[in-house]
């Protein structure tokens, strides 16, 4: 699978808009671009997916650019409890998915 | 509906014990992962299994052993533990045949072996 690349560390004001980057310049044509958040010391929770189109759910929209060699991840209106470290992954939709999480980008959503 | 439990949620245990964290889902879901996570690092997979009567290895196999009897349950075991297998544990699942195939995740296991 595709590795990917994040900032560390990202700031963000409450009510403001969260876009956090994602590199995956290596990424192949039937791999995906998904993005899981971990809050504190919780399991990883799923935001959302997607291959080459712009996708939106109720938690957040992503933005995968036309090469689809990045993406970002946009948290609209960003509360307190959106403070969470971010992990962009990529991978094959089909079968078992063996996740190779990085270290992600930690989100501290600032009141 | 309950997802994902594992248990304990915390141990502590003597190096050289024997040790199984249980996983149990309740989605149906065909496959199921383990994942370790050591102090601010990402999570590392250590096993998986496809469907039941299945098992693969992962990034972080050594010292470790599954089995999946069932569709529901994916126990993991350190036959004899060492230190560095000092972690939090996830358990996920996964429906490999649903149109986002995303995992969900158990609550972990803290695991601190002296």
């Known amino acids: 699978d595709a590795k990917t690349t994040q900032p560390p560390s990202m700031d963000c004001a409450e009510g403001r808009a969260a876009n956090l980057p994602c590199n995956h310049s290596?990424?192949?044509?039937?791999?995906?671009v998904y993005w899981y958040r971990q809050i504190h010391s919780q399991g990883p929770q799923y935001i959302i997916h997607?291959?080459?189109n712009n996708e939106t759910n109720e938690m957040a929209s992503l933005i995968i650019t036309e090469d689809r060699k990045s993406s970002t991840l946009i948290l609209p209106h960003a509360t307190l409890r959106d403070t969470a470290v971010y992990y962009c992954?990529?991978?094959?939709?089909?079968?078992?998915?063996?996740?190779?999480f990085g270290q992600g980008t930690r989100l501290t959503i600032n009141p | 509906i309950a997802g994902i439990t594992q248990a304990p949620t915390s141990q502590i245990l003597a190096a050289g014990r024997r040790m199984t964290l249980r996983c149990t889902q309740d989605?149906?879901?065909?496959?199921m992962y383990w994942y370790r996570q050591d102090l601010g690092l990402g999570l590392r997979l250590i096993h998986y299994?496809?469907?039941?009567?299945?098992?693969g290895k992962g990034e972080v196999p050594d010292g470790y052993s599954v089995s999946r009897a069932n569709t529901d349950d994916f126990p993991l075991t350190l036959a004899s533990a060492v230190p560095s297998q000092t972690s939090v544990y996830f358990c996920?699942?996964?429906?490999?045949?649903?149109?986002?195939?995303?995992?969900?995740f158990g609550p972990g296991t803290r695991l601190t072996v002296l």
């Open positions: 996920a699942s996964s429906d490999v045949s649903g149109r986002r195939n995303e995992q969900f």
């Open positions: 290596t990424i192949s044509g039937n791999e995906y």
């Open positions: 997607g291959l080459k």
């Open positions: 992954i990529v991978h094959k939709i089909q079968g078992a998915q063996k996740l190779v």
């Open positions: 989605m149906r879901h065909n496959a």
């Open positions: 299994s496809n469907t039941a009567g299945t098992t």
